[in-house]
């Protein structure tokens, strides 16, 4: 059974603590990752007492980033983003629309959205709408509306033709046929010019 160790937060660690908590972890967390990267060690009233002005300090910047995260999910309350893919004749994408690609349609779009706050179950792999919950923090979270639409449009997909390796058969104008009746009347045309 692993055993917890309790640690000093030498800095801010998202979902842990903040500088200056004491934290509950895993041994192995303590020792493979808190430890040797100098983030945490092991509690001292010395050293929390050291800690106390820049525990203040964290304190107020997470109040300020909640307070800013909380005022772009006002801003991000109706948005819908369109994104434009590739796409085969039904509407498939090739690839698909990931988080990493909403966050960064977001960031385009001037809101400031990492891609550990686009909470998407899987990724998008049809052209269409999708409602996509957008979540900084438990009760701070918005959903928005991704519109996946294709690079060439439905009419044009629906004359595409594709070989057996997946690549487009470019069609070439066919030349028409004379009709057998317009061949006898030519024939006739040259005997009676004869």
Avoid: C, W
């Avoid at 908590?21 to 100098?38: E, F, M, Q, T, W």
């Avoid at 300020?64 to 994408?93: F, H, K, P």
């Avoid at 998008?124 to 709408?129: A, H």
């Amino acid at each position: 059974m692993a055993r917890n160790i309790k640690l000093l937060l030498l800095e801010t660690i998202e979902n842990l603590g903040i500088v200056g908590d004491i934290v509950s972890v895993k041994a192995g967390y303590a020792r493979n990752y808190l430890l040797p990267l100098g983030m945490a060690e092991p509690p001292s009233e010395a050293r929390l007492e050291e800690l106390r002005e820049a525990r203040v300090a964290a304190e107020a910047a997470q109040r300020a980033l909640r307070g800013a995260r909380a005022e772009l999910l006002g801003r991000m309350q109706d948005i819908t983003l369109t994104l434009v893919r590739s796409t085969n004749d039904q509407g498939v994408l090739y690839g698909s629309v990931t988080q990493r690609d909403i966050a960064d349609g977001l960031q385009e779009n001037g809101y400031d959205v990492g891609v550990q706050s686009v909470r998407l179950a899987q990724p998008i792999r049809r052209v269409g709408s999708s409602h996509v919950p957008i979540q900084f923090d438990r009760d701070l979270k918005t959903d928005i509306t991704v519109i996946v639409e294709s690079d060439t449009p439905l009419d044009q997909r629906d004359e595409m033709e594709f070989d057996n390796e997946g690549e487009l058969i470019e069609k070439k104008p066919r030349r028409r046929r004379e009709a057998p009746a317009d061949a006898e009347a030519t024939e006739n045309a040259e005997a009676a010019s004869a």
